[in-house]
Nanobody, 122 residues
Framework: QLQLVESGGGLVQPGGSLRLSCAAS????????LGWFRQAPGKEREGVSC????????NYADSVKGRFTISRDNAKNTVSLQMNSLKPEDTAVYYC???????????????WGNGTRVTVSP
């Protein structure tokens, strides 16, 4: 069974940090572009960040540039999102995503994780 499983969400105060991780089971991620999306209450799901298959290309939403860093470890079959200087508007369910893609960042998601909740509140 192909699965992406996120971890690392939780409650954090504004200005704090969290590190999200996503592990794959049932398949290896070294042929996939990977990314993180989020969905805040009452809003549509939006892209946060993505990373190409070999990690040479990374993209970030303007709202998280300079605060979030995406990374991947193909040997461990994981992708992570380091989130610093968190703001209340970062509150959302964060989803890991993968697309079987040789070059570039995610264009159309093949696999989704179930999500991990991040709440930024005093």
């Amino acid at each position: 069974q192909l699965q992406l499983v996120e971890s690392g969400g939780g409650l954090v105060q504004p200005g704090g940090s969290l590190r999200l991780s996503c592990a794959a089971s049932g398949f290896t991620l070294d042929s996939d572009a990977l990314g993180w999306f989020r969905q805040a209450p009452g809003k549509e799901r939006e892209g946060v960040s993505c990373i190409s298959r070999r990690g040479r290309i990374t993209n970030y939403a303007d709202s998280v540039k300079g605060r979030f860093t995406i990374s991947r470890d193909n040997a461990k079959n994981t992708v992570s999102l380091q989130m610093n200087s968190l703001k209340p508007e970062d509150t959302a369910v964060y989803y890991c995503a993968a697309e079987r893609r040789m070059f570039g960042c995610i264009n159309s998601v093949d696999y989704w994780g179930n999500g991990t909740r991040v709440t930024v509140s005093p």
